[in-house]
């Protein structure tokens, strides 16, 4: 009981070791933050000071080579990443994202792609939502059309596709066979006939090279096609795993993470801006005005308060997760509200921060304008957008089945 108290306490703080690290790499990945803009592609040297700092094996257990980082820590590294650059911010956590729902389906199937990651360094993309055609064939699929949104993907070593199989699946015991179920297609992104169209001219994330994925008649061995047998929300991908990575699906930190780094990069150096210019029209210090003092304070308070709710919620998980407590459907209800009140805390304030830029805010020759863009990501993600968000969370308090329609998806 003394060890499980020990270990509870220690997942109340971050890490200090990853979070040193990840200081580091973030000081190198900022450095060249503009030229990722610029040049809409995260070079391979960030890639490779995640690597070397750890962080592309936090939901990796220590038992298999990972740096094994519960929620609170992970918290901190993604807003620490996210500060310096939210192009590559993103690509760890869809990485990560990935290793876990690797292990979770493939079991220990899975051992040589995350042995890749931790010893090479290997980044895994993938396609969230279902796309292409996908057929049975002897020994496995295969597997035609296009997969949008695909992060990471001109870059990455590993590719996951989600896509939907004609007939029922394996083991079906239903009495109604559905038309089509799920399955995961995992591939090299040297794969002969993967082609990546290269669609991500955005605004946000400039460098994440969320590209189009075509596929034209590629086979794939049904060991490396797992069904897509999800946990419920609240229910962890690895039950049997460690504490620190025994968390409910649906907490998922790593976005709210980036995006309060965002912010909190954009607070930072507009407080510099405003201490060290003086306004246009009077020529008074900028930091004299009482209107930039309300837009320094709101911004302030916006992603304090975002922050304190996301660390208090993952708190809670990471203590049920050390003592064994099982999860229950309210677990996953309130971390993704924290999730959600964090995103939109970070975006309220950046844009409350225009205030205290002016017309300056809009040049590319600086930083804000980036961070700007960057935290418009956080709002738009399909699997955790604000109205869909509000209505799981909203379906929960009422005690309402999530199934009952109207449905917002």
Same mark, same amino acid.
């Given at each position: 009981m003394v060890a499980k108290k020990d270990q509870a306490q220690q997942m109340l703080e971050p890490r200090q070791d990853l979070v040193e690290a990840a200081r580091k790499a973030a000081l190198r990945i900022a450095g060249r933050a503009q030229e990722t803009d610029r040049t809409r592609r995260v070079p391979v040297e960030n890639i490779q000071d995640l690597h070397e700092a750890g962080l592309l094996t936090v939901a990796i257990p220590k038992e298999q080579g990972g740096t094994e980082a519960d929620l609170v820590t992970q918290v901190a590294l993604y807003e620490l990443i996210g500060g310096a650059c939210a192009s590559t911010a993103w690509l760890m956590g869809n990485h990560s994202v990935l290793c876990t729902r690797s292990m979770g389906l493939m079991g220990e199937a899975s051992h040589w792609l995350i042995k890749d990651v931790v010893e090479n360094g290997s980044l895994i993309s993938h396609a969230a939502i279902p796309g292409g055609d996908t057929n049975p064939a002897p020994g496995g699929f295969i597997a035609s059309g296009r997969w949008p949104f695909v992060s990471g993907s001109s870059i990455s070593t590993w590719m996951f596709l989600s896509t939907m199989v004609p007939g029922p699946p394996p083991n079906f015991k239903g009495s109604e066979p559905p038309a089509a179920y799920n399955r995961w297609l995992l591939m090299p992104t040297s794969q002969p006939g993967l082609t990546i169209d290269e669609t991500w001219m955005a605004m946000a994330a400039r460098g994440s090279m969320t590209h189009d994925v075509v596929l034209d008649q590629v086979f794939v061995p049904e060991d490396m096609a797992p069904v897509d047998n999800r946990p419920l929300s609240y229910q962890p991908w690895l039950p049997n795993g460690p504490a620190a990575l025994k968390v409910p699906t649906k907490a998922r930190v790593w976005m709210s993470g980036m995006m309060l780094g965002i912010s909190q990069a954009a607070l930072?150096? +507009?407080?510099?801006?405003?201490?060290?210019?003086? !306004? +246009?029209?009077?020529? $008074? %210090?900028?930091?004299? !005005? %009482?209107?930039?003092?309300?837009? &320094?304070?709101?911004a302030a308070m916006a992603i304090e308060s975002g922050? @304190?709710?996301?660390?208090?919620?993952?708190? $809670?998980? !990471? #203590? $049920? #997760? +050390?003592?064994?407590?099982?999860?229950? %459907?309210?677990?996953?209800?309130?971390?993704?509200?924290?999730?959600? &009140?964090?995103?939109?805390?970070?975006? $309220?304030? &950046?844009?409350?921060?225009? #205030?205290?830029?002016? @017309?300056?805010?809009?040049?590319e020759t600086g930083n804000f304008e980036r961070y700007y863009r960057d935290a418009r990501m956080g709002t738009l993600h399909a699997v955790s957008a604000p109205d869909l968000v509000r209505e799981q969370l909203g379906k929960h308090l009422f005690d309402i089945p999530l199934e009952v329609q109207p449905r917002w998806s």
């Open positions: 930072d150096e +507009t407080i510099e801006f405003g201490k060290a210019r003086s !306004m +246009t029209l009077g020529g $008074k %210090p900028r930091s004299s !005005m %009482p209107g930039n003092q309300f837009a &320094v304070a709101d922050r @304190a709710l996301l660390v208090q919620e993952v708190r $809670k998980i !990471m #203590a $049920k #997760a +050390t003592v064994g407590e099982d999860f229950v %459907p309210d677990d996953a209800a309130r971390i993704e509200m924290a999730g959600l &009140v964090a995103r939109e805390n970070a975006q $309220k304030a &950046v844009d409350r921060l225009f #205030a205290v830029r002016g @017309a300056h805010g809009l040049y």
